[in-house]
Structures are given as structure tokens and as C-alpha cells.
């Protein structure tokens, strides 16, 4: 319950953030101005998903910005990670 206000917290202050968090996996995705997603994991390292879903690679430090127009830089690399969760999300390896 105290997690979940502390995220609420965070929420509000940044509301004009495009993202949202999994409480379950602490996942946390926003939504890039191009179509595509970074998903960004509790030890900060994150991952990328093209406009169609796509498991793609992205060099860390490159700058990528969300819809609303703040800037994220990449750390890590994490494909296997994304495509875990995501075989996950469809119930399934
Ligand atoms: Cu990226």
C-alpha cells in the first residue's frame, strides 16, 4: 500500500509525463514522440520496442524524447529481458 501511494506520488509529480508503471513487475514505460516505447526496470537499465511492437537494439546514451517532449537517455541494452516480458504478457514462452 505504501509502494503503491509512493508511486502515485511520483505520478502527480509528473503528470505531463506519457508513461506508466506495472506495480507488479515495477516496469515502468513511456512513450516516445516517434511511435516506439522504452521500457525502463527497477536497476535503471531499459530496453526499446519499435511503433509495431518490435523488440529493437538502441546504443546506450543515445537521447530518445517522449511525447511530451522530455528527454530520456538509453542505458543497457536489455533485448532478452523485453522479450521475456513479453512472452510473459502473452501467457507463455
Ligand atoms: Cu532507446
Redesign the pocket.
Given at each position: 500500500m505504501l509502494k503503491r501511494l509512493a508511486i502515485m506520488a511520483t505520478l502527480l509529480a509528473t503528470a505531463t509525463t506519457t508513461f506508466a508503471v506495472d506495480a507488479a513487475s515495477g516496469v515502468t514505460k513511456f512513450d516516445l514522440k516517434d511511435g516506439s516505447t522504452?521500457y525502463l526496470f527497477k536497476d535503471g537499465k531499459?530496453s526499446?520496442e519499435d511503433r509495431l511492437g518490435r523488440t529493437v537494439g538502441?546504443k546506450p546514451g543515445?537521447v530518445?524524447e517522449t511525447r511530451d517532449g522530455q528527454k530520456i537517455i538509453?542505458i543497457g541494452n536489455e533485448l532478452a529481458r523485453l522479450n521475456r516480458i513479453k512472452a510473459e504478457e502473452r501467457g507463455g514462452y
Open positions: 522504452v531499459m526499446m538502441m543515445h530518445m538509453m
